[in-house]
Every structure is written in structure tokens, then in C-alpha cells.
């Protein structure tokens, strides 16, 4: 399975970004899908985790209530809304995959086998 992501830019803190994560040689469904980032300096960490149907989120409590992980199967897209945006936020923006038709998404970084490229989203404040 490939992942690309995008959609990171630059925006003011209190604006809105959505990232898209395209997911190609693979059965998408198969897959939970997670959002990571990893700010200068620091470790990669869980942004937010959806289950294969889509209907099982979880996110970090650092982005709960502002960000929102979503997916369509039928496009192979995983999605995530990033609203109220905080200087603290900015990061490089990782979508990763896990194998396994669960609903049951893991904050664990090494559950997930196959990652994208990145995708860099620059908050000023």
C-alpha cells in the first residue's frame, strides 16, 4: 500500500486546514488509518485514529474538539480537519496504515507498517 499526503500550508493561528491522505495499492477497507505529526525537535506523535468503517475515532487530547479524522472508502481518501489551529500544532503531518479490518485504531506509532511522505503545516501566531 502507498500513502501520499497533502494539503499542509501556512495559516494563522484560529484558521482551518484539511489534510487528505490518498491510499493506492491496497484494499483501503482493510486498513485503520491514523494522523501522526512530528514537530521540529521532538517525537512523532498520534494526532487522531479511525477505524476501517469510519464510524471509531480517537484522537489525542491535545486536538480533541478541533480536529477531525474522517474517510471515504469508495475514493481510498482519509481526511483530517484541523480547526482553531494553534502555533503548537505546526508539524510535519504523517498518515499512516494499519493492517487489519478493525474498528480499533491504535495511538501507537509502531502499529502502523506504511507511512506517506509528510505534509508540513506552519501555524503563526
Known amino acids: 500500500v502507498q500513502l501520499q499526503a497533502s494539503g499542509g500550508g501556512s495559516v494563522q493561528a484560529g484558521g482551518s486546514l484539511r489534510l487528505s491522505c490518498a491510499v493506492s495499492r491496497g484494499t483501503f477497507s482493510r486498513y485503520t488509518m491514523g494522523w501522526f505529526r512530528q514537530a521540529p525537535g521532538k517525537e512523532r506523535e498520534f494526532v487522531g485514529g479511525?477505524?476501517?468503517?469510519?464510524?471509531?475515532?480517537n484522537y489525542a487530547d491535545s486536538v480533541k474538539g478541533r480536529f477531525t479524522i474522517s474517510r471515504d472508502n469508495a475514493k481510498n481518501m482519509v481526511y483530517l480537519q484541523m480547526n482553531s489551529l494553534k502555533y503548537e500544532d505546526t508539524a510535519v503531518y504523517y498518515c499512516?496504515?494499519?493492517?487489519?479490518?478493525?474498528?480499533?485504531?491504535?495511538?501507537?506509532?509502531?502499529?502502523?507498517?506504511?507511512w506517506g511522505q509528510g505534509t508540513l503545516v506552519t501555524v503563526s501566531s
Open positions: 479511525i477505524g476501517w468503517s469510519g464510524l471509531s475515532t
Open positions: 499512516g496504515a494499519r493492517w487489519g479490518r478493525s474498528d480499533s485504531s491504535s495511538q501507537s506509532e509502531s502499529d502502523y507498517a506504511n
